[in-house]
């Protein structure tokens, strides 16, 4: 368990903490590697979630891109860049287990209204996401779901900036397009 008296209070707190965990982790601190994990883990895994769709696939990732991260730690120039390290690391994964499995497109069945009229919308939208290529999926998911920047989508997907751009205008169309199929519109 996580030692409450260790938990940052700002977000200065927290990055000053997380150079010193990062700094303790290479000199190998047990301690500074289970905090390391315990603020990264559920985030990674939701994003893995989120490009694979499929939980126990990102849980998997997520241990990876951990057991990576770690083993070449050595290798982080700068300590400041672990948590884009580790996601660029998440992505990166996430990308190679989408390569190996070939994706076969699925028909949306009807989209069904409850007794108070309400469209399940987080079904029609993870059928949306299941339809896009990975690559627009991928952007979007990091952009709008994960919230990262144009800079961190990039990061983590090795393209330049403008093509994250043009990939998430490309898949905000599709999606939308989708979208519309799917309600029926």
Known sequence: ?????????????????????????RHGDDTALSLLIARHRNRLIRTATNVLRDVHE?????????????????????????????????????MDRLRLKRAEPAEFDSVQEHEGGHIENKVVIEKCLDQMPTDLRTTLVLREIEQLSYEEVAEAMRV??????????????KFRKLWLEAIGE
């Open 1 to 25: 368990m996580i030692d409450a008296r260790l938990a940052p209070t700002s977000k200065l707190d927290s990055a000053v903490d997380e150079l010193q965990w990062v700094f303790r982790c």
């Open 58 to 94: 990102a849980e998997d990732v997520a241990q990876e891109s951990f057991l990576k991260a770690f083993r070449e730690i050595g290798r982080l120039r700068d300590d400041r860049a672990f948590s884009g390290y580790l996601y660029r690391i998440c992505v990166r994964l996430c």
């Open 160 to 173: 330049p900036i403008g093509t994250v751009r043009s990939r998430l205008h490309t898949a905000r169309e």
